[in-house]
C-alpha cells in the first residue's frame, strides 16, 4: 500500500531564506507527483506537477525534484516571502484512475 | 479552480440524519474525486467516477454513496450521519486527454460538522 510522507510538519522561517520541503514515498511505481497548496479554510492549488519520467520541473522561485528509485520529491522555494505562508501537499498517482495518495502536508510560516 | 463548485460550504446536521453534498464541474473533465481532510491524515480519498454512472470505492467509503447522473454533477451521500464523518470534504477534477500526467483541480471544500 503506497504511503506518503511529509517532514517536517510545520516550518519557520525568516523572509528571504531558501527552503527545501520534502515528501517520501513508499512505492516507486508512481506515474507523477503532483505539489500542491492551501491557504487556510480554502482548497488546494497545484503548484507543479512531476512525471516518473522527470527530473525536476519549476515554476518561478519553486522548483520540485524527484528520485523515484529512492521515493523522494523535494520542493525548493527560493527568496521565501510572507506570502509563501501556506501548507504545503505533495501527492502521488500511482494507481488505475489518477486516484492520488496525500502526504499530510507541511505547514510553512514565513515571517517578515 | 478549474470551474469546481461545491456546495454547502458549511452546514451543521445532527447524527443519523442523510446529507449529501454536491460538486458541480464547468470544465467538462471527465474524472472526479470525493476527498476528505482531517488533520494529521491529510486528504484520504472516499469515492472517484470515471464517467457518468461510473463510479468506485476510494480507500475510507463506509457510510458513503455517490451518483453521477451527469458529466457536471458529482454528489456525495452520508446515509447516516455519525460524528466521525465531521470533516472538510473536497471535490476534485482531472480531465482525460489519453494520458496520466494531468493536473488534478480542486473545490474550495464543505465544512460539515455532526452533532
Known amino acids: 500500500k503506497q504511503e506518503v510522507t511529509q517532514i517536517p510538519a510545520a516550518l519557520s522561517v525568516p523572509e528571504g531564506e531558501n527552503l527545501v520541503l520534502n515528501c517520501s514515498f513508499t512505492?516507486?511505481?508512481?506515474?507523477?507527483l503532483q505539489w500542491f497548496r492551501q491557504d487556510p479554510g480554502k482548497g488546494l492549488t497545484s503548484l507543479l506537477l512531476i512525471q516518473s519520467s522527470q527530473r525536476e520541473q519549476t515554476s518561478g522561485r519553486l522548483n520540485a525534484s524527484l528520485d523515484k528509485s529512492s521515493g523522494r520529491s523535494t520542493l525548493y522555494i527560493a527568496a521565501s516571502q510572507p506570502g509563501d505562508s501556506a501548507t504545503y501537499l505533495c501527492a502521488v498517482n500511482s494507481g488505475g484512475y489518477n486516484k492520488l495518495i496525500f502526504g499530510a502536508g507541511t505547514r510553512l510560516a514565513v515571517h517578515p | 479552480d478549474a470551474g469546481i463548485t461545491q456546495s454547502p460550504r458549511h452546514k451543521v446536521t445532527e447524527t443519523g440524519t442523510p446529507v449529501t453534498l454536491r460538486c458541480h464541474q464547468t470544465?467538462?473533465?471527465?474524472?472526479m474525486y470525493w476527498y476528505r481532510q482531517d488533520p494529521g491524515h491529510g486528504l484520504r480519498l472516499i469515492h472517484y467516477s470515471y464517467g457518468v454512472k461510473d463510479t468506485d470505492k476510494g480507500e475510507v467509503s463506509d457510510g458513503y454513496s455517490v451518483s453521477r447522473s451527469k458529466t457536471e454533477d458529482f454528489l456525495l451521500t452520508l446515509e447516516s450521519a455519525t460524528s466521525s464523518q465531521t470533516s472538510v470534504y473536497f471535490c476534485?477534477?482531472?480531465?482525460?486527454?489519453?494520458?496520466?500526467?494531468?493536473?488534478?483541480?480542486f473545490g474550495q471544500g464543505t465544512r460539515l460538522t455532526v452533532v
Open positions: 470544465e467538462n473533465h471527465r474524472y
Open positions: 512505492d516507486s511505481a508512481i506515474y507523477n
Open positions: 476534485a477534477t482531472r480531465q482525460d486527454r489519453g494520458s496520466v500526467n494531468t493536473e488534478a483541480f
